[in-house]
């Protein structure tokens, strides 16, 4: 898995801001090189390898748009009614009908292909018939009206998705559109993903009475999914050094990326950090974001270490702003505008400037039926339910001190933080 070098990063022990972590992060890493190919109703969520080509047009054929009667542009009555024999019928599916005459209305469906000569189409809503069958069409319509032409929407040899591309419902439509079958994509970034802490037990298994259910694994490992990722669960370890560091040495080997949680602070059962240093190096340790703080950077052998902290939100928050960008560069994927949304803050709040902070926050309609940001009451690092019971995270630059009610705020919905 050489995907990293011992040597490539150097960084003292402060507190990195959130941006120099992530271009530091995104600036070494390699994406995994190896490509392969993936058939249509698998390829939603995967990195597109190479630019795809559309090998023809879009529609591939000139066809109508509606049902209804065709005719040559010249034929359109300029004023008053026409009546226009109807001279053929033709269905979608069905090859084209003989070309269109002079002072002719061809009978026509939603999708049919245009009889030569034919440019136009009136809907069927917007006719009569008379009692010989001709059709009378009222004066008014543009010529071209109702019409799709061969390569309107997609002109063959144009580039139609990028390299780098994640696969959504809509790109996978298109690809299909176009008559492929399979795409070439990045193979899935391997990670390896372990918990640490004596005081951590499995669901499922016995909890003492100092114990706690292990969360963040099931929430990294489902995060990890959401990503692409090829996920090895390697479970909880003890606080042991010499145990992490020989899991961590044994999963560098097959791994692109080991995702930890717990361990990485200063804590005398703190061992994560040694252990990274005993078998690799690390590029740093603590960024200023809050929740989170000890987030630590590494590379063990090639592969790539992301330790989160142990507090669910912080493990949460930190995984969202470091851990998601280094997933994404390693896959292959161009990197991510993360959109805010400006919304008014319901809320005060005071922040130390230097760090990047993030509130959780719940949508709410102000008087004037406005959404307003309303902060969770509580701020503890460990509060599952304030994940669950808010709607995203405002997003406190370095440079912000305090925040009013009335305040635009960066609001991030959660759907684009997963
Ligand atoms: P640590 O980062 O190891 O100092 O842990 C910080 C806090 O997060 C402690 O209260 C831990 O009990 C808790 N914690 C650590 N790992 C987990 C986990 N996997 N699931 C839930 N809570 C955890
Ligand atoms: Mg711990």
Redesign the pocket.
Known sequence: MAQLSDDCFAFGGSLMPVDEAVALIASRLRPVAETEMAPLAEADGRVLAEDLVAPLPLPPFTNSAVDGYALHGADLPAEGEAVFPVSARVQAGMSSAAPIEPGQAVRIFTGAPMPEGADTVFMQEDVRLDEAGGVILPAGLRRGANVRPAGEDISVGSTVLRAGQILRPQDVALVAALGLTEVSVRRRVRVAVF???D??VAPGSTRGPAQ??????FMLRAMLARLGCAVTDLG?LRDEGDLIARVLAEAAAAHDLILT?????T?E??HVKASVESVGSLVFWRVAIKPGR?VAMGVIRGAAFIGL????V??FVTFAHVARPAIRALAGAKPETLLAMPLRAAFSYRKKEGRREYVRASLRRGADGAYEAEKFPREGA?LLSSLVDTDGLVELGEEVTGVKPGDIVRFLPYSSLL
């Open positions: 918990s640490t802490g005081e951590i706690l259910f292990d969360s963040n694994r909880i949680s717990g361990g990485v602070s804590g059962a703190d000890p902290p142990g507090n669910p912080a493990s460990g």
